[in-house]
C-alpha cells in the first residue's frame, strides 16, 4: 500500500504546480468531476488575472478553472529580494499546517506571511492568490491518503473498505477540505491519484458501466457526510477543550432534562446503549464500519440483479 504523493512523478514537491500530465478530470465533489468555475482574482492577484479579466471583456475568456491548469503555475525564478529558504512547497505546508490548526475562516495571506516571518507580497511571488493557495493544499493533503493496490479485482471490498476510511481520516485530519471539495476541480496529481483507484475498485466491483458513477458516489458521498460533521465535532470538542465523551454525557443531560424531548430521548438512550462500545470515538467507528458494509452489500446486490437481467 503507497500513499497517493508516491504516485506522482515527482513525490518531493507533491501538492505543487510543475506536475504537467496531470489526468483531466477529478474528485470533485467526492462523487465526479465538479463543475468547472471561474477563478476568483482574490487578493495580491498578479498581472495574469488581470489580463484574464481584459480577456473577459474583449469576449474571450482566459481566467483558469484550475491552478493546475496546463501543469500548474511554474515558480518564477528566485528575486534576490526573496527570502532564499522560501519556495512553494514550505509555503504550502505552513498553509496546511494553519488550516489544520485554526480553520479556514481564520487563514489569511497575512496570517500565513507572519507565519513564515516574510511579506505577504514575498509569499505571492509564489502562488497568485488566496484561492491558488487553497488548491494546491487540498492536493497536498490528498497525498497523505494510502492507496491500496488495486490490481486484483477479487479483492474490490477490501480496496473500497480501505478508500473510504482513508479518506473520512483525511476529512477528520482537516476538516477545512470539506468546505473546498466541490469548489475545485481536484485535478492535482494526489487528488486525480485516489479517484483513479477508487474508480478502478468500483469497476473491480462488477458493477455496469451505467451504474459505475453512482456506485463511487453512493460510497464517498457517505463518506463526505460522515466524515465532516465528524471532523467538525471533533474540532469543536478540541476548540472547547472538552472531551468527546464529555461532551455527550452533558448534551444528553440537557435532553433528559426537557420533559418536550422525553419521548426522543428514550430512543436515543435505546439506540446508544444497543449499538455498544464503551467511549464516544469507538460508537462512532462501529456505525461507520456498519453503515459502510450495508453500502458494499448493496453493491454486491446490484452486480448480482446485473449479472441476472444479462
Known sequence: MVSAADRTENPERSGQAGQAGAPAGGAGDAGGPAPARGRRSGSGASAEGARGAKGAE???????TSVWQA???????????QPASLDRRKIVDTAVRLLDAEGAAKFSMRRLAAELDVTAMSVY?????????????????????????????????????TLATEYRGLLVRHPWTAG?????????????SFVLAAHQAVRNAGLPPEGQIAGF???????????????????????????????VARAMGTVNALPELSEYAE???EMMDARGG??????????FDFALEMILAGVEAMVARAGRAG
Open 267 to 269: 430512543a436515543a438512550a
Open 180 to 192: 473546498l471539495v466541490g469548489h475545485f476541480l481536484n485535478i492535482g496529481p494526489n487528488s486525480v
Open 71 to 81: 501543469g500548474g503555475r511554474p515558480e518564477r525564478g528566485r528575486r534576490s529580494a
Open 217 to 247: 458516489a453512493a460510497i464517498y458521498q457517505f463518506v463526505y457526510g460522515f466524515g465532516t460533521i465528524e471532523g467538525k465535532f471533533v474540532a469543536h470538542c478540541a476548540t472547547a477543550g472538552i472531551s468527546e465523551d464529555e461532551y
Open 125 to 161: 511571488w509564489y502562488v497568485d492568490n488566496k484561492d491558488d493557495l487553497l488548491e494546491y493544499a487540498l492536493d497536498a493533503v490528498y497525498g497523505g491518503v494510502r492507496l491500496p493496490d488495486v490490481s486484483d479485482p477479487t479483492e474490490w471490498r477490501e480496496q473500497l473498505r
Open 58 to 64: 474583449s469576449g474571450v475568456s482566459s481566467v483558469r
Open 278 to 287: 464503551t467511549t464516544v470515538a469507538e460508537m462512532r467507528d462501529r456505525d
